[in-house]
């Protein structure tokens, strides 16, 4: 790491360009005496200007659109093409009023109470401070040497978290599996993905990599495509079921055993199987027992993707959705979703942590090893991902988990699924619109209806784009995303953000009637001009 830009001579008071001192003839004894850049006062100073401008941005956040109205390029536009050579005065009172007149304007806002798009990026005090608290500590906690009490905490965090989530106990430490707390999803899905092949091919032989094939429905998130491929495993040994409808686009146990029977038939070898608890799109909810009864006989690692509804487990009257889950080889959610834990932070469980260590483990360079744990059964978290470098994300979740308590958690999401329940109750309440998909959780899948006299389903799709446009056209109104599944253009409300209350999601209804009622009279105004 280079030093800072400049030092001062403590004998000439000369300073020299990127820390260098200029040397004029004989110069005395003398010591470099460098800014202080962790200096407790200003730091001080500067973070009751974060805490304030953040404060201040939570409190003014009715006053942004909750989608800027900007084309790309626009704050390249706004910002020098180069770094400054020295700082200004006082710059960081200066970049921050960047950041409130030029950066924020241009930002998609996750946490206004107006963002039913997509899922929610969770967000808390507690959830904020603690990971300010984590950046401030600083610490790498690879290894239990690097940080005893970062990994031990982990440790303790993911089996608080798991017991939570009325996951099963061998999944958890206390029961001979264990977890970690990762950025995303999609690591988690490429690590227990890499543990399964490496697994499989100490049975069948390394030489069988392209005999290896992967499972899903057509709704699980892209991020398992791309894991296998970078697992090595063939393009066109993905197979992405067929879901329909009928089923509310869950994947059929009856498709997927036909799909791995001809596999093998062929002299293929079913490896893995990437379930979901809350698809992207529409939050379907795969059967997790019955997925597994057709896995077993073939030996195939199930891996459950709970990264938005996981959450909703807090609640006893969600666990039915996991029925069978004692079956499946690991879990992983994202608490940044929907659990109050500030992004980034991803749980990921495992049954056989050793399977995970085999695969990513690597052998202990001297650098790493430290006496105190020699003889010791610890955990080295570097063995558990596909990193070395890693945060300590335990720490804010163990802050939300004791701050806010389980209970507290459990009316958090209760509270955004009543508000859910309000809109559907609405959507359904008028009939121009329907209800595509069951609700499980606090997204509800909704369209115009189809009618006959515009073109019926030929022109339902565009008419519903349509909407989504004039909806989130609405400066002051929802910012709401959309999803195109079995040939069906439809609008998602996803309720989620921490400031969302009632009157939102009643003025986001109101909203999207208001639009509705424009787009359906240009479609009767043309409709009649046809007939005439």
């Not at 003398?30 to 962790?38: D, F, S, T």
């Not at 084309?71 to 180069?82: I, K, Y």
């Not at 499972?215 to 296998?228: G, V």
């Not at 063939?234 to 329909?244: G, N, P, Q, V």
Request: some cysteine.
């Amino acid at each position: 790491m280079a030093p800072p830009a400049q030092c001062l001579d403590t004998v000439t008071g000369a300073t020299g360009q990127n820390g260098t001192v200029p040397v004029i003839g004989h110069t005395p004894e003398k010591k470099m005496q460098c800014p202080n850049l962790l200096d407790a006062d200003e730091f001080r100073r500067q973070g009751h200007q974060v805490i304030d401008f953040i404060a201040e941005y939570y409190g003014g956040m009715g006053d942004y659109p909750v989608h800027p109205s900007v084309t790309p390029g626009f704050l390249r536009n706004l910002l020098p093409s180069e770094a400054p050579s020295r700082p200004e005065p006082d710059a960081f009172s200066s970049a921050l009023k960047d950041v409130r007149d030029i950066i924020l304007p241009g930002m998609t806002h996750w946490q206004s109470p107006r963002h039913f798009a997509h899922f929610p990026a969770s967000s808390s005090t507690v959830g904020a401070l603690g990971e300010a608290l984590t950046a401030g500590i600083n610490v790498v906690p690879f290894t239990w040497a690097a940080s005893p009490a970062a990994a031990e905490l982990e440790m303790v965090v993911v089996d608080w978290l798991g017991k939570a989530l009325h996951l099963p106990e061998s999944l958890l430490f206390a029961g001979g599996g264990g977890g970690t707390i990762l950025g995303t999803s999609c690591e988690a899905i490429l690590c227990t993905l890499v543990a399964a092949r490496d697994r499989k091919l100490a049975e069948i032989g390394e030489s069988r990599i392209c005999d290896l094939v992967v499972y899903c429905s057509d709704q699980t998130h892209f991020a398992f495509r791309k894991a296998a491929r970078i697992a090595g495993i063939k393009r066109d040994h993905c197979r992405a079921i067929h879901t329909c409808h009928g089923d509310m686009f869950a994947l059929s146990p009856t498709e997927l055993q036909a799909a791995m029977q001809a596999d093998v038939d062929a002299g293929l070898v079913p490896l893995f199987l990437c379930a979901t608890i809350g698809t992207t799109q529409t939050i379907a909810v795969d059967p997790i027992g019955e997925l597994c009864a057709v896995t077993a006989p073939h030996g195939v690692w199930v891996h459950v993707d709970a990264a938005y509804a996981g959450s909703a487990l807090v609640c006893p009257e969600f666990t039915y959705v996991i029925d069978g889950v004692e079956a499946v080889d690991s879990f992983s959610m994202n608490a940044h979703k929907w659990l109050l834990t500030n992004n980034d932070c991803c749980a990921m469980w495992v049954k056989k942590p050793s399977a995970l260590v085999a695969a990513l483990g690597t052998e202990q360079e001297y650098i790493l090893k430290d006496a105190a744990s020699e003889g010791h059964d610890v955990v080295d978290y570097k063995d558990w991902n596909m990193t070395l470098t890693r945060r300590f994300r335990a720490l804010k979740m163990w802050l939300v988990l004791r701050c806010y308590g389980i209970q507290g958690l459990r009316d958090h999401i209760r509270s955004h699924v009543r508000m859910a329940e309000a809109f559907e109750e609405m959507v359904r309440a008028d009939e121009r619109f329907e209800v595509v998909t069951d609700r499980t959780f606090a997204l509800v899948c909704f369209r115009l209806r189809p009618q006959d006299k515009f073109g019926g389903e030929k022109t339902a799709n565009d008419l519903n784009r349509g909407l989504l446009e004039e909806v989130n056209a609405v400066t002051s109104g929802p910012y709401m995303s959309a999803a195109n599944v079995g040939g069906m253009f439809m609008l998602r409300c996803a309720v989620g953000s921490t400031l969302t209350e009632e009157h939102h999601v009643d003025d986001a209804w109101k909203v999207v009637q208001d639009r509705a009622s424009v787009i359906l009279r240009k479609m009767e105004i043309i409709y009649t001009s046809k007939l005439h």
